[in-house]
């Protein structure tokens, strides 16, 4: 189809998206969901196995503690309520990397319910509606084979490792978000930024979507403004931040060109390609299967008490908005730097350098001066740069010691992050140390006043400022090692100004 | 004392003797296996027999008794198991095509349990596949015949247990009951069969059935070999999520209590609904004779309508199909068993649905679609959803039953073994077998069958039904019949 | 009146993977029938207001610890597949790409 898409601004001004997204999450514990068995990563195919999460016939789940409670505290964090009794139910449909050919999932009583998140977009609070926040397992990997590049399409057959399957799964799904206008792309992305870090405080994943512990399908549909939402598609494997924005902009932009052509939005799955960025049709609704969902037998209900949820929540870490709105505060800083400290992605290691000692102001002034320009040359993530936040805050102690002057720090700092050691270390091993005993300078003091005697006669003269063309010829000398302060002093009282 | 002669006893003589040393436990294995070389291929109650390892395990336990050690109450004892439970290492078919040869790599928990005792497996018995029948004919292996009649009928789901024991081809035996497949096989050949409280015995490793009714149990000629394998295989498994936490109730001593024939004091209850239709004439006369031999024995007997008992037999047909369609999902050619037409062009989903339509029996193939039917979206309220709460119903039934009465009592099965093929034709017919036992899966407790008397020379069984973790109650009451009927012996084969 | 067509029965085949024959539709609509005229008594039932029952067990919150426990072997996990390749179990080219989770 090469039909021109119209443009996204164009689009947004007539018609109004409404956003969802579901979004599952590898919870980080020992063992899976249901068996006792690892859940390391890369392991040899089938060597994270056992009868259950095989589905050998005869074999029966036991739900993991440690999966439910961290599903609880996500469902608290997430302002959500907790199911007072709840059962885990059957998914049912055929599929060969389920090795039960039904998922144990969770249907009409999810363990949490009726919550919200509030991100940020452009300094704007916008509150995400939580639907639902359950439980159930992953699924093994497939290989395909014989295809090209991989894909199911025109594979000859395929290869299952079932090391993921059993993984706990916690599956997030907001309610429907609409009136977020032309931001609906930068929103979603937010809410998935934000949700990620809200599960990493919490500690219960790595949520790396790069490793698929955090996948998203996101839910768009467009609208003529006061009519009714529009027909809804799900887009499916959209595996990065930068995919989640991409993913709804091309989908409203689709969506609106078949609108205008006076076609209608088939309700379907789609799945985003992040070459291209665009999507293609999956699984249409009508050819959907019926999933007979009914209450897992094998697993008795859950009913979480009173004191354990509260147990739970006392337990809870500080949520990462309100965390870094502290931060702001107690740095003192403006929204608009705030907001570069954090585009940066610098606030855990200013964080942690203030711990060790310096300056909020000069713990910025490293992570987003120098560090970050070379992490921007070297296209590294700023945390990898190479330099510690104590390797940060022990140089700045050198500096306000009088020991480094900035320069001097800098090629410090260069020693730092090329692996030399710590900034003490390399400040004696280069001998860069800051020379300030006047014995040693007052050789080159006179020396410069001999070398330049009509400066030396304008400041006899009384012309003070003069003194500082030769402290620049001393600091020359000297190759910017003597403390300029010290040398100042000594030319004064040299030519008895 | 000849071989024979150790095939004729019971499981605490034979451990006895082994005990004491007059005989050793590879001595009573050699002796059941050479009287199943014997009779099984006229009674075919086996699927595989494992003569190695069973004289293997004999001889572990003879070797602990020589070195002093304490032996537990059915050391050397041997034991047949329902091809239901996975066993490490040997054949487990379920009675099905789809799980020919399977090995599996793991043992059941009651299969662990039987080990550890030093009860000595013999094999696998014979089956309605995945356990979905009530004579054993659905088996994919041929139908197991009664011992009583060959042309007849053992009962199933678990007629080649029963068979096994009434052609003393085995002194215990290993079934499991989702809708009577203990109880009523051993009605049908003069055995024992108890179904525990579900939640009471293991599930881990009973390839499943019905989840939420299936309950393995034991089978025995007699009712304190029942009650002492019954305290073997129970107990809490942790692998078992249904599993109750809680010790079994003290079976044994029940049934000893029982022995002594002095029921006074125990009210007994007879469901009105179970003796007003259903039961052939020949059935209810024994167990009229069997309510008057209580009633001497001192057990006060009073009529217990439970209404809903009548929506028990719908209720299973909906409720036991619809778990089943989603557990035998997983037999799907992939990860183990049967693959048929995978000849390189076809795709997934055509080799699935080829290895299952040729692996799966009718009647396998007719539950999984009724339950597939009952679960699909527009149907679930009327059929599941609907079924489920007629269990709680019955379960309700019972509930108030024991306010009033210790026991229920009933007729385990409407009829005694019929001839082999006489219901085929009509599945609904074949389902009626299990009239009487049922309702007690629905609810969870425990029933037993015990023989009491027989019809044209064909056995008839009498069912005590107790309250959830009373199994005491029932073995008690069985010991008591028992000690008045006797145990019935059937013709030589 | 039948309580299920043979239409309906090809479909419940078609969703539980069985190839039927086509004798074996015309059997088991029959048969299907049959029985769910019979099971569909639980109608008569009056239980609006009764809460279902899914487990007869009064049991909740059983759970286990996160500790890891010895599965199988490759070898254990493989044994008994019909077809396998590179330590993975093998299957026939697969048409619906949609993944549910
Ligand atoms: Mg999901
Ligand atoms: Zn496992």
């Known amino acids: ?497 | 004392m000849t071989q024979t002669d150790l095939t004729r006893l019971t499981a605490t003589e034979i451990a006895g003797l082994v005990a004491s040393g007059e005989t050793s436990a590879v001595e009573v294995t050699r002796a059941h296996l050479d009287r199943i070389a014997a009779v099984d291929d006229r009674v075919n109650a086996f699927l595989h027999v494992d003569a190695e390892g069973a004289l293997a395990a004999a001889g572990e336990v003879d070797a602990r008794r020589a070195a002093g050690e304490e032996l537990g109450p059915l050391a050397g004892v041997p034991v047949a198991v329902k091809d239901v439970l996975t066993t490490k290492g040997v054949p487990t078919t379920v009675g099905s095509r789809i799980l020919e040869g399977w090995r599996p790599p793991y043992d059941s928990t009651i299969v662990q349990r039987l080990r550890a005792a030093g009860t000595v497996m013999l094999g696998k018995t014979n089956m309605d596949e995945f356990a979905m029948g009530s004579s054993t004919e659905y088996s994919a292996y041929g139908p197991t015949h009664n011992p009583w009649d060959l042309s007849r009928i053992p009962g199933g789901s678990g007629g080649g247990s029963a068979a096994a024991l009434a052609a003393y081809e085995a002194p215990l035996a290993i079934g499991s009951d989702t809708g009577g497949s203990i109880r009523q096989p051993g009605a049908v050949t003069g055995t024992v069969g108890a179904k525990p409280t579900y939640g009471g015995t293991s599930r881990y490793g009973l390839v499943a059935f019905s989840s939420s009714l299936d309950t393995p149990g034991p089978c025995a000629r007699n009712v304190l070999d029942a009650a002492l394998l019954h305290e073997v295989i129970g107990g809490h498994d942790p692998r078992d999520s249904t599993s109750i936490p809680q010790p079994v109730p003290d079976v044994v001593a029940a049934a000893r209590l029982g022995a002594t024939g002095d029921l006074t004091g125990v009210k007994l209850g007879i469901v009105t609904e179970f003796v007003g239709e259903g039961a052939e004439p020949g059935v209810m006369a024994a167990f009229r004779e069997s309510v008057d031999a209580l009633t001497k024995l001192g057990a006060e007997i009073v009529e217990v309508s439970c209404p809903h008992f009548r929506y028990a037999l719908p209720a299973y047909y909906l409720i036991a199909p619809s778990e089943a369609s989603s557990n035998l999902a997983r037999f799907d050619g992939v990860r183990f068993g049967l693959r048929v037409g995978d000849d390189g062009n076809r795709s997934l989903e055509e080799v699935m649905s080829l290895t299952r339509e040729a692996g799966f029996g009718a009647e396998v193939k007719r539950r999984i679609m009724i339950g597939t039917y009952a679960l699909s979206s527009g149907y679930y309220d009327a059929y599941y959803g609907q079924a489920q709460k007629v269990r709680t119903l019955i379960t309700r039934d019972f509930t108030a039953a024991f306010e009033q009465v210790d026991a229920l009592i009933s007729p385990t099965t409407p009829f005694v073994a019929f001839p082999i093929g006489a219901r085929t034709a009509d599945p609904y017919q074949m389902y009626l077998a299990d009239l009487f036992t049922i309702p007690t899966n629905l609810y969870g407790g425990p029933g037993i069958s015990v023989p009491c008397g027989l019809s044209d020379g064909l056995p008839v069984g009498f069912q005590i039904m107790a309250p959830t973790m009373a199994d005491d109650r029932m073995y008690r009451v069985a010991a008591a019949l028992e000690s008045v009927v006797g145990t019935f012996t059937p013709p030589a084969l | 009146m039948a309580a299920i067509s043979r239409e309906e029965v090809a479909h419940l085949a078609r969703l539980s993977r069985l190839a039927v024959t086509e004798e074996e539709l015309d059997t088991f609509a029959g048969q299907l029938d049959v029985i769910l005229q019979a099971v569909a008594q639980v109608g008569e039932v009056a239980a609006a207001d009764i809460p279902p029952t899914s487990h007869s067990v009064p049991l909740t919150n059983v759970l286990r610890d996160d500790v890891v426990v010895p599965g199988l072997t490759p070898q254990e996990a493989l044994s008994g597949a019909p077809d396998a390749e590179e330590q993975r179990f093998r299957v026939p080219r697969i048409l619906d790409e949609d993944v549910a989770s």
């Open chain 1, 1 to 497: 189809m090469t039909t021109t898409l119209p443009a996204y601004d164009e689009v947004v001004a007539r018609y109004e998206p409404v956003i969802g997204l579901e979004t599952h999450v590898e919870l980080g514990t020992n063992t899976k969901m249901f068996c006792g068995c690892p859940t390391d990563f890369g392991g040899e195919p089938n060597t994270r196995v056992c009868p259950v999460c095989l589905g050998l016939p005869g074999s029966l789940p036991v739900a993991n503690r440690a999966a439910i409670e961290a599903t609880i505290r996500i469902g608290l964090a997430l302002n959500c309520s907790i199911a007072e009794w709840c059962r885990f139910a059957r998914k049912n449909y055929f599929y060969p990397d389920m090795p039960k050919d039904f998922q144990i999932s969770q249907y009409d009583e999810p363990l949490c319910f009726e919550g919200y998140l509030d991100v940020e977009v452009n300094g704007e609070l916008v509150r995400i509606g939580i639907e639902r926040v359950h439980l159930e397992e992953d699924t093994g990997k497939t290989l395909h084979v014989g295809g090209a590049t991989g894909r199911i399409h025109g594979a000859t057959e395929s290869l299952v490792d079932y090391n993921r399957a059993g993984i706990p799964l916690v599956e997030i799904v907001t309610k429907p978000v609409p009136g977020t206008g032309a931001l609906a792309p930068e929103v979603a992305r937010a809410y998935v930024t934000e949700l990620r870090d809200v599960i990493r405080s919490l500690g219960v994943s790595d949520v790396r979507m790069e490793e698929g512990s955090l996948r998203c399908d996101v839910n768009t549909s467009l609208n003529l403004p006061g009519e009714e939402w529009g027909t809804r598609t799900e887009t499916k494997n959209v595996n990065s931040l930068r995919s989640v924005e991409r993913a709804v902009r091309s989908e409203i932009i689709r969506q609106a060109s078949v609108l205008d052509a006076g076609g209608r939005i088939t309700q379907e799955t789609r799945h985003f390609h992040e070459d291209t960025g665009d999507t293609t049709p999956g699984r249409s609704k009508e050819t959907a299967t019926d999933y007979r969902y009914f209450p897992e037998p094998d697993l008795v209900p859950l009913a979480p008490d009173a004191a354990w949820v509260a147990e739970l929540k006392a337990a809870l870490p500080e949520l990462p908005r309100l965390h870094r709105r502290r931060l702001q505060e107690q740095w003192g800083l403006s929204d608009a730097d705030m907001q570069s400290v954090l585009n940066a992605g610098a606030v855990e290691l200013i964080e942690a350098t203030v711990a060790a000692g310096a300056t909020p102001a000069a713990a910025r002034k490293w992570w987003l001066g120098e560090l970050s320009r070379r992490a921007n040359e070297t296209g590294v993530e700023l945390a990898d740069v190479g330099a510690t936040p104590g390797q940060v805050a022990e140089l700045q102690g050198l500096v306000d010691a009088g020991k480094l002057n900035d320069k001097l720090a800098r090629a410090v700092l260069e020693g730092v992050v090329a692996g030399e050691g710590s900034p003490t270390q390399i400040m004696t091993n280069r001998g860069l140390e800051v020379v300030s005993d006047t014995g040693a300078l007052t050789a080159a003091v006179d020396e410069a006043i001999a070398a330049n005697p009509d400066i030396a006669d304008k400041i006899r003269s009384g012309k003070v400022a003069a003194a500082g063309a030769l402290v620049g010829a001393v600091m020359k000398t000297t190759r910017g090692q003597a403390d300029a302060k010290t040398v100042r002093e000594l030319i004064l009282e040299r030519l008895g100004a």
